[in-house]
């Protein structure tokens, strides 16, 4: 399926934000009327209430597969309330031409849409699971407001930055989505900080003797809140994870990193808009157990293509510099190690 280009994009401002969304938003202020999101008074979405069975299913680890509309599976899963990670990359309703999924609701819907499928998130957790969202900037507020007044605590607003965004005039190029990270519990949740290291500045560029003179993880350091660098790019042309047919896969090393950091082997994974699936391959190369639900049959097929015959295609990535200097003293045009 050819990419459609959607001119709407070069413009000021936010992407799915309908035409007048600017003098509605004026108007509000300068009646001090108290903020409701448009998605407030669009009525809840109304799930299935019979068990869905999986379309694909296989064992050790454990992957699940379902095919339809998440907010109809995740409400009559088993383990509900059993789920350790969450991860979430919902479609941005930047009208897509996926198969199947419209992505061109009113606003109102969207957010409603938001709203419902997040809550149902919510529900399927344990009271010590992680639920992390990729999501860019037009919705990323009402998420992270959402996620709070559902009483989730936020322990990171991480940024994907990423050089290949669409050319644009009119404001400053896309380069970023936002990754959130919120916990049910900040103080019981699983966070292995060990498992993610990577090569700190002061040992890639500053040579700096202290952090080589450590006990442990000597010239290493957790990363930072905004992601970029090898294997962190978007896919696209001939990168050898590419997934034909899927529009905005997510990089391995990217989910790695997600899933490294909180959860264990073992562990239970869902992804309620498993696209060309990303987590659940991810997962199985880690020995987490996992979930994924997908609306489109075509994209579900695909996916457990990827997940039970292709595997992971990019291991042992973790570690790695993500600096932007060359080191100190090196010769002019020498690269920072990586
Ligand atoms: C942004 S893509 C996910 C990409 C994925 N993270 C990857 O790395 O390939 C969103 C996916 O969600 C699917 N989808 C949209 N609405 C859905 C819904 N209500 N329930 C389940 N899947 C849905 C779309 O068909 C699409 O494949």
Redesign the pocket.
């Known amino acids: 399926m050819a990419e459609q280009k959607n001119t709407l994009f070069d413009r000021p401002g936010g992407y799915a934000m309908p035409t007048g969304t600017a003098e509605a938003n004026r108007e509000a202020a300068r009646s001090k009327a108290p903020i409701v999101l448009p998605g407030d008074s669009e009525p809840s979405y109304v799930p299935a209430d019979s068990i869905l069975e999986p379309r694909f299913v296989a064992k050790d680890p454990d992957a699940r597969v379902y095919v339809g ?3 109809d599976v995740l409400p009559n899963l088993p383990e509900h309330g059993k789920v350790d990670l969450v991860f979430a ?3 941005f309703n930047w009208d897509v031409p ?4 419209k992505d061109d609701m009113s606003r109102a819907q969207y957010e409603r849409f938001t709203y419902d ?1 997040l809550d149902a998130c919510i529900d399927v957790l344990s009271p010590t699971g992680s639920l992390w969202v990729n999501i860019p900037d037009d919705t990323a507020a009402e998420i992270v407001l959402h996620l709070k007044r559902r009483g989730l605590t936020m322990i990171n607003w991480c940024v994907w930055h990423f050089r290949f965004g669409q050319c644009r005039h009119s404001s400053f190029i896309l380069s970023k989505v936002h990754v959130l990270y919120f916990a049910k519990s900040a103080d019981e949740r699983t966070w292995n900080p060990d498992e993610i290291l990577e090569q700190s500045d002061r040992a890639s560029i500053y040579n700096d003797a202290r952090t080589m003179a450590k006990e442990t993880n000597k010239g290493m350091r957790v990363p930072m809140d905004v992601w970029y660098g090898p294997y962190l790019g978007r896919i696209q042309g001939n990168n050898k994870e590419r997934r034909h047919g ?5 990089p391995e090393a990217y989910l790695e990193r997600v899933l490294r950091s909180c959860s264990n082997p073992g562990d239970l994974v869902l992804d ?8 659940s391959t991810v997962a199985r190369a880690l020995d987490r157990r996992s979930i994924g ?4 049959e075509v ?1 579900a097929q695909s996916a457990w293509d990827r997940i039970s015959n292709v595997g992971m295609v990019r291991t042992g990535t973790t570690g790695a510099s993500s600096a932007i200097h060359a080191k100190r003293g090196a010769r002019k045009g020498t690269k920072a190690s990586s």
């Open positions: 509309d998440c907010r990359d919902p479609p996926y198969d199947g999924w499928w899927h529009h905005n896969q997510i309620p808009f498993l696209g060309s699936g990303t987590t639900v997908e609306y489109s994209n």
